[in-house]
T-cell receptor, first 114, second 112 residues
Framework: EPEVTQTPSHQVTQMGQEVILRCVPISNHLYFYWYRQILGQKVEFLVSFYNNEISEKSEIFDDQFSVERPDGSNFTLKIRSTKLEDSAMYFC????????????FGPGTRLTVT | DAKTTQPPSMDCAEGRAANLPCNHSTISGNEYVYWYRQIHSQGPQYIIHGLKNNETNEMASLIITEDRKSSTLILPHATLRDTAVYYCIVRPPGAGSYQLTFGKGTKLSVIP
């Protein structure tokens, strides 16, 4: 069964450093998403991406965040200058279409900022 | 999106049916009810969704009341691997909003 994959599974970085989290969505999907979950808290939406453009973003997704689909298979989340409060699980998801259609999530990347 | 209310936790004996309730009294006519679960900090996993009619798939059944103000997710024969946080999410179809809004969900513990 096709699945969303994410790398790395765990990333440790120092405050102020840039990190790139990588995702390979399901191959025929057209919509891509990033969510995050701070330890013990709810899963929060960050951004959705379609046709090489951001289609929706939350207040969390400020100027330090960016997303990119650098080739036909990868979808990345970049955090430009990490802060301690960026420590969280980051989940990538994809769907065939936007709106109603089911989103399928990857296993997540645990980001630890020290 | 309509607000949902779920009990914070439930226990279920292994092999028995797990019935997880969700209240969505402010649901509007075109909003769907979605269920996801999250097993120990893994990525959320889609379970089932429905609009008005009851739905069943290989994982679970979804029972939506006639007035659509509440629903119940049924895991017919719970196993230890079903221990997870279960999220009920209500959202409208179509373009305009793609995000899933997760609440705190119900932590289901399946007990041997």
């Amino acid at each position: 069964e096709p699945e969303v994959t994410q790398t790395p599974s765990h990333q440790v970085t120092q405050m102020g450093q840039e990190v790139i989290l990588r995702c390979v969505p399901i191959s025929n999907h057209l919509y891509f998403y990033w969510y995050r979950q701070i330890l013990g808290q709810k899963v929060e939406f960050l951004v959705s991406f379609y046709n090489n453009e951001i289609s929706e973003k939350s207040e969390i997704f400020d100027d330090q965040f960016s997303v990119e689909r650098p080739d036909g298979s990868n979808f990345t989340l970049k955090i430009r200058s990490t802060k301690l409060e960026d420590s969280a699980m980051y989940f990538c998801a994809s769907s065939e279409e936007g709106g109603l259609v089911t989103q399928y999530f990857g296993p997540g990347t645990r980001l630890t900022v020290t | 999106d309509a607000k949902t209310t779920q009990p914070p936790s439930m226990d279920c004996a292994e092999g028995r049916a797990a019935n997880l309730p969700c209240n969505h009294s402010t649901i509007s006519g075109n909003e769907y009810v979605y269920w996801y679960r999250q097993i120990h900090s893994q990525g959320p996993q889609y379970i089932i969704h429905g609009l008005k009619n009851n739905e069943t798939n290989e994982m679970a059944s979804l029972i939506i009341t006639e007035d659509r103000k509440s629903s119940t997710l049924i895991l017919p024969h719970a196993t230890l691997r079903d221990t997870a946080v279960y999220y009920c999410i209500v959202r409208p179809p179509g373009a305009g909003s793609y995000q899933l809004t997760f609440g705190k969900g119900t932590k289901l513990s399946v007990i041997p």
